[in-house]
Structures are given as structure tokens and as C-alpha cells.
């Protein structure tokens, strides 16, 4: 299964990003606007109400939207969960002894409607499922 999934991959080699903090990074990737408009111009910033994001927009063209999340700066406190019918945020960092696997299980139960088209965002700790670690991209 890794092997498959890695095989469907694209490795960005030359990629560059504003701001190296996650939620910066996150919520550009998301709304299409550099950090000090999406609200987080601080380590703990908050999505400002107002910007594009786009699990709104998914939304509202009648996709089904689900977000796991295991990082504590990515979650309802910051506003993200925004467009979303299913957001966890419950994940916990993998290094702390949590069990991982359920981040990469758990989003099978959003796509319930296989009649619907289905964007997913899913953020954890690891560079890779665990068990995955030796799972070669094209």
C-alpha cells in the first residue's frame, strides 16, 4: 500500500515558502495570501474572517470536506476548521508515544458520499505514514 501511494506522488524539490512556521505556511497554501493577511503574523495566529480559504470554496461547489490535523497550532482556536463538514483536531503529536496510525485510517469515514467529490487536508507530525518510512515517490 505504501509502495502504491508513494508510486502516485510528486516530490517538490525547489519548493520555497514564506514563512518556515506551519500555520504561516498552512494558511497561505490555503487562502492564496501571504501570513500577515491571513491573520497569522504570530506563532499562534488566527485566520482572519473575511479571506478566501479554500475549504470554503470546495465546499460551496458541493464537495465534502475533511481536515485531521495533529498539530495544536492548526485548530479550531485559530480558526481553520472554517469550510470543513469534518475537522479533527483531536491528533497528538506522534513523538509523544500517541498512536499515529488512526490520522491515516480515520479520513476513510468522510467519504461516505462516494457520490460527492471530497477534498481532504491532512496534517500530522511525520514526514510519512508510520510503516511507510521506506516508500520510494516517483
Do not use: N
Not at 504561516?24 to 480559504?53: D, E, K, N, Y
Not at 469534518?86 to 503529536?93: K, Q
Request: aromatic share 14%; proline share 7%.
Amino acid at each position: 500500500v505504501c509502495d502504491a501511494l508513494a508510486a502516485e506522488g510528486v516530490v517538490f524539490t525547489g519548493a520555497a515558502v514564506y514563512s518556515a512556521f506551519t500555520g504561516f505556511s498552512h494558511a497561505t497554501m490555503l487562502s492564496g495570501l501571504v501570513p500577515p493577511r491571513t491573520g497569522f503574523v504570530t506563532f499562534l495566529g488566527r485566520l482572519q474572517t473575511g479571506i478566501p480559504w479554500l475549504p470554503e470554496v470546495f465546499h460551496a461547489h458541493g464537495y465534502e470536506t475533511g481536515a485531521f490535523i495533529g498539530a495544536g497550532f492548526l485548530g479550531r482556536p485559530q480558526g481553520v476548521d472554517r469550510g470543513f463538514t469534518h475537522f479533527d483536531d483531536s491528533f497528538v503529536d506522534p513523538w509523544t508515544g500517541t498512536d499515529f496510525a488512526g490520522l491515516f485510517q480515520q479520513p476513510t469515514q468522510v467519504g461516505k458520499d462516494w457520490t460527492r467529490e471530497l477534498f481532504e487536508w491532512i496534517r500530522g507530525v511525520a514526514p510519512k505514514p508510520v510503516g511507510c518510512r521506506d516508500a520510494k515517490p516517483r
